[in-house]
């Protein structure tokens, strides 16, 4: 078969074509595109709230019950305030400053563990009553052979910021309490909380209608109390309400054990001043913070009081009694009734 010169020379290019090209010569490669240039997008968390917020709170005092002090420390802003116990002055700013006073109880009791028994929850604020438990050791020549046993309640408050961490803290804790404990000052004191397993209850603010009736409740009394009423800043307690002053030695039981002891603070300091600093609600329960000004002292007291139909079945009280004589609101001595309205 003859074939065209024309279609011989198209064979003969295609041919060619499919051949592998030649090599370059060396040095002449095409270097590769250059890599693409990647922003990274600041990731904005999302503020956390009710039990979400509850829980990142309470991962916190796990964060210190384990020794965790850096875990600890990024539950707080940089810029943290923490609120003394006494007044302005006293107060703790940064973060490395209200860690370590947060961490000073763990130089006496290395092993104490912190739980949050009740957490309650209002927008961006937390409180909490946390129980710490733990054993001091033996603190050398003269001291108890054995380790000391430490069970307190601890108040806690703490407001956050939108990347959720602690912007704003108020910590109470009675550290006569504490040393009394460790029987490193005189009592009377509370005994040590049993080390046993402890539950969690969360309340979340509903803003509801019985919230705002449990604030009046709580206002009508904190104006009884400025008027020195011991009648209308009792008002809402009953005889089966329980009163758990942390700087007492123990519970007091019913109104008529309870009054005694407001009307011996009213005769014992006819000058006494009380300051409001917050009051807010979470379902039954009602968190209130007042600055009492006590001739020269000024104490700040914190006040948790669980409500059922409209009257105070219970109420916890912390504050540092550092500096007072006696306890605020301590009953008066068998015999020696206060002089007060």
């Known amino acids: 078969m003859v074939v065209p010169r024309r279609a011989l020379l198209v064979?003969?290019?295609?041919?060619?074509?499919?051949?592998?090209?030649?090599?370059?010569?060396?040095?002449?490669?095409?270097?590769?595109?250059?890599?693409?240039?990647?922003?990274?997008?600041?990731?904005?968390?999302?503020?956390?709230?009710?039990?979400?917020?509850?829980?990142?709170?309470?991962?916190?005092?796990?964060?210190?019950?384990?020794?965790?002090?850096?875990?600890?420390?990024?539950?707080?802003?940089?810029?943290?305030?923490?609120?003394?116990?006494?007044?302005?002055?006293?107060?703790?700013?940064?973060?490395?400053?209200?860690?370590?006073?947060?961490?000073?109880?763990?130089?006496?009791?290395?092993?104490?563990?912190?739980e949050p028994m009740l957490v309650l929850v209002n927008q961006r604020t937390v409180a909490a009553i946390v129980r710490v438990v733990g054993t001091a050791p033996p603190a050398g020549p003269g001291a108890p052979a054995t380790a000391t046993p430490l069970g307190v309640l601890w108040f806690h408050q703490a407001t956050f910021d939108d990347a959720n961490q602690i912007a704003d803290e108020w910590s109470l804790l009675d550290h006569a309490t504490v040393r009394g404990q460790l029987g490193q000052a005189p009592g009377p004191v509370r005994p040590a909380l049993p080390a046993v397993p402890a539950t969690t209850t969360v309340e979340v603010s509903a803003a509801s209608g019985l919230e705002r009736a449990n604030l009046a409740t709580v206002e009508q009394a904190a104006a009884g109390f400025a008027r020195r009423d011991v009648a209308a800043a009792t008002a809402a307690l009953t005889e089966h309400t329980t009163d758990s002053d942390q700087t007492l030695p123990a519970d007091l039981g019913g109104v008529a054990a309870i009054a005694p002891g407001l009307r011996g603070l009213f005769a014992r300091h006819p000058d006494l001043i009380r300051a409001p600093l917050t009051l807010w609600g979470a379902g039954d329960f009602v968190v209130s913070l007042a600055r009492l000004t006590v001739g020269p002292a000024t104490v700040t007291v914190a006040e948790i009081a669980l409500f059922q139909r409209g009257q105070i079945r219970r109420r916890w009280r912390f504050y540092d009694r550092a500096g007072l004589a006696t306890p605020l609101f301590a009953p008066p001595a068998r015999g020696r009734p206060a002089r007060a309205r």
């Open 11 to 114: 064979i003969v290019a295609a041919a060619a074509a499919c051949k592998d090209p030649a090599p370059a010569p060396a040095g002449t490669a095409t270097p590769p595109p250059p890599p693409r240039e990647i922003t990274a997008v600041p990731v904005t968390p999302t503020p956390l709230v009710g039990d979400e917020l509850a829980a990142a709170y309470v991962d916190g005092w796990t964060a210190w019950s384990h020794g965790d002090r850096a875990g600890f420390a990024r539950r707080y802003a940089a810029d943290v305030v923490g609120h003394a116990a006494t007044g302005a002055d006293d107060e703790r700013r940064g973060r490395d400053a209200v860690v370590a006073a947060a961490w000073a109880l763990r130089a006496d009791v290395p092993d104490a563990v912190a």
